[in-house]
C-alpha cells in the first residue's frame, strides 16, 4: 500500500474507478433508495417542525444525501463516523430507522438520545455512529480521539470525521491535525464543503478557500478534493482512501464539494444567495437526479422501476408521520436519568 496516492494518481481515479469494482446494479439501486428516503425523511421533518411540533435545532442535508449514503457503502463495519449537527443523513446510513430519528427530533420515547437530545445530538453505538455534535468543529477533535482508540485497541478501524467548511476553521482541527500525524492515527478528515457557513460564503469566510484540501500539508498529511454530487464516484474515491488509511494508518484529508438546497437550518431565509444560483444547483447537482440518469442511461434500468422505488419511499414515510402521532413524550422519571448530577 502505498504512502499516499499520488494527486496524478488520485485524478485519474476520479475519471476511471480503476481497480475498484463497481457494485452491481441492485446495489445502486439501494443507494438511490436511501438517498430519497433521506431526501423525503427531511422534507417530513421540515413539514412537522413548520408545525411547531419539533422544536429547537433542525439541519437539513437535502442536496448532500451522497455523501453519507456513500461513505456507509464503502466503510468496513467496524469503521466509525462521527459529524456535524447536519446529521440525519448520516444517522440513517449508519443503520438507525426513520423512527429512532424522527422521534428523537420530536422529543419522544423512541429517539435514539430516549427523545432527549433533540436533533444535533443522535447516536448509535452499534452502527458505530457517534453523533450528532452543536459544536462546530467538535467532530474533528473527537473524531482524532476515536482514531486514537481504534489503534490503541488494535481495532483495524478508521474513524471517518466529518464537519463543514466553517469547522475547517475552528482552531481544534489543526491541533488535532498534529496529533494525528504525530502518534498516526487512522482518521479520514473529511471536509464537506457545502458553500457557506450558515450566511458566509466560503470565500469569505475561509482565506485559500479554494484549498481546503490541502490545510493538512504543514503536518505531512495528503489531501485530495472531489466533487460530491454523485454518489458512485464518491463510493470509490472512499474506498480507496479509506484502504489508505487502514494501511498505513496515517491521516487524510478529503475535501467534498458539495451543496445544500435547504437553508442552514430551518430558521435561515436564505438572502445571501440568489433564486437562480439556487435553481441552478438543483438542475445540475442533485445527486438524485444523476444518479437517477445513470441507472436508466446505462445500466437499463426502466422509468417504471424508478417510480416504483419513488412510490414506496413515499409509502413509508406516509406510514411514518402517521405513527409519529402516537409517539408519547418521555416518562417524567427519565428527567435525571442519563444525566450527571453532581450532589455534595
Ligand atoms: C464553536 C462554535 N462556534 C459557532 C457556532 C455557531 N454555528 C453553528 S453552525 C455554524 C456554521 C458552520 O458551518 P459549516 O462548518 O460550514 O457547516 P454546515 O452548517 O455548512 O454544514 C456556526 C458558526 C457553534 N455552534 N459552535
Ligand atoms: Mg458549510
Avoid at 457557506?196 to 495528503?222: H, K
Avoid at 437562480?276 to 444523476?290: G, H, V
Wanted: proline share 4%; hydrophobic share 35%.
Amino acid at each position: 500500500m502505498s504512502l499516499f496516492l499520488s494527486q496524478s494518481s488520485f485524478s485519474s481515479l476520479q475519471t476511471d474507478p480503476g481497480k475498484i469494482a463497481l457494485p452491481p446494479v441492485e446495489v445502486l439501486k439501494d443507494w438511490y433508495r436511501q438517498m430519497l428516503y433521506i431526501r423525503r425523511f427531511e422534507e417530513l421533518c421540515a413539514k412537522i417542525y413548520t408545525s411547531g411540533i419539533i422544536r429547537g435545532f433542525c439541519h437539513l442535508c437535502i442536496g448532500q444525501e451522497a455523501v453519507p449514503v456513500s461513505v456507509c457503502a464503502a466503510r468496513d463495519p467496524k469503521d466509525t463516523v462521527i459529524t456535524s449537527y447536519r446529521c440525519h443523513g448520516h444517522a440513517i446510513t449508519c443503520g438507525l430507522s426513520g423512527k429512532e430519528v424522527l422521534a428523537e427530533l420530536m422529543g419522544r420515547q423512541g429517539g435514539s438520545s430516549k427523545g432527549k437530545g433533540g436533533s444535533m445530538h443522535i447516536f448509535s453505538p452499534q452502527g458505530r455512529f457517534y453523533g450528532g455534535h452543536g459544536i462546530v468543529g467538535a467532530s474533528s477533535a473527537l473524531g482524532t480521539g476515536m482514531a486514537f482508540a481504534h489503534k490503541y485497541k488494535n481495532e483495524d478501524a478508521v474513524c471517518c470525521a466529518f464537519f463543514g467548511d466553517g469547522a475547517a476553521n475552528q482552531g481544534q482541527w489543526f491541533e488535532s491535525m498534529n496529533m494525528a500525524r504525530l502518534w498516526k492515527l487512522p482518521v479520514l478528515y473529511i471536509v464537506e464543503n457545502n458553500g457557506y457557513s450558515m450566511g458566509t460564503a466560503v470565500e469569505r469566510g475561509c482565506a485559500g478557500a479554494d484549498q481546503l484540501w490541502r490545510r493538512g500539508e504543514a503536518f505531512n498529511i495528503p489531501g485530495y478534493r472531489c466533487s460530491g454530487d454523485d454518489v458512485v464516484h464518491l463510493y470509490t474515491i472512499f474506498k480507496i482512501l479509506l484502504q489508505e488509511v487502514r494501511y498505513t494508518s496515517c491521516p487524510i484529508v478529503l475535501e467534498i464539494d458539495t451543496y445544500r438546497f435547504k437553508g442552514h437550518s430551518m430558521s435561515d431565509p436564505g438572502h445571501y444567495r440568489s433564486k437562480e444560483s439556487l435553481e441552478q444547483a438543483k438542475d445540475n447537482r442533485d445527486p438524485l437526479t444523476l444518479l437517477e440518469n445513470r441507472l436508466i442511461g446505462h445500466y437499463s434500468v426502466s422509468s417504471n422501476d424508478i417510480e416504483t422505488v419513488q412510490d414506496q419511499i413515499k409509502g413509508e414515510i406516509r406510514q411514518l408521520a402517521k405513527d409519529s402521532e402516537s409517539w408519547n413524550l418521555p416518562d417524567l422519571y427519565e428527567l435525571d436519568q442519563d444525566v450527571w448530577i453532581e450532589t455534595p
